[in-house]
């Protein structure tokens, strides 16, 4: 009976962890041109748990209120020279250092 005891609570605190840190967001920039970025990183232990592919996530206001949602983001590198690789036709990187989001090749400036 202990067992089941020291399950039950493990299943509602690993539960409790990934409803409260498994999503966070690392950057919320408004950039040239007019939109509006958000990206979130998965806490690792849900990505180890379930074998995810990504680690996180990009969402994109534009100014005229439409969204885009890039569920495929992984990142590299640590603090200020972390990278947020995007997997999309459009989009390629968000690049943390100087807070640049990258259509393809071209770099557009957040703030």
Same mark, same amino acid.
């Given at each position: 009976?202990?067992? *089941?005891?020291?399950?039950?609570?493990?299943?509602?605190?690993?539960? &409790?962890?990934?409803?409260?840190?498994?999503?966070?967001?690392?950057?919320?920039?408004?950039?040239?041109?007019?939109? &509006? =970025?958000?990206?979130?990183?998965?806490?690792?232990?849900?990505?180890?748990?379930?074998?995810?592919?990504?680690?996180?996530?990009?969402?994109?206001?534009?100014?005229?209120?439409?969204?885009?949602?890039?569920? !495929?983001?992984?990142? =590299?590198?640590?603090?200020?020279?972390?990278?947020?690789?995007?997997?999309? !036709?459009?989009?390629?990187?968000?690049? &943390?250092?100087?807070?640049? =989001? &990258?259509?393809?090749?071209?770099? *557009?400036?957040?703030?």
């Amino acid at each position: 009976m202990r067992i *089941i005891g020291f399950l039950f609570v493990g299943l509602v605190a690993l539960y &409790f962890y990934l409803v409260n840190y498994g999503e966070s967001v690392v950057a919320e920039q408004n950039c040239d041109g007019g939109f &509006f =970025i958000q990206v979130n990183e998965y806490a690792s232990l849900g990505v180890v748990l379930f074998s995810s592919e990504s680690e996180g996530n990009v969402k994109i206001t534009y100014s005229n209120g439409t969204k885009e949602y890039l569920p !495929d983001v992984k990142f =590299i590198g640590e603090g200020n020279q972390k990278i947020a690789l995007i997997s999309d !036709d459009r989009w390629s990187r968000y690049v &943390f250092g100087n807070s640049r =989001i &990258f259509e393809g090749a071209t770099a *557009i400036q957040c703030y």
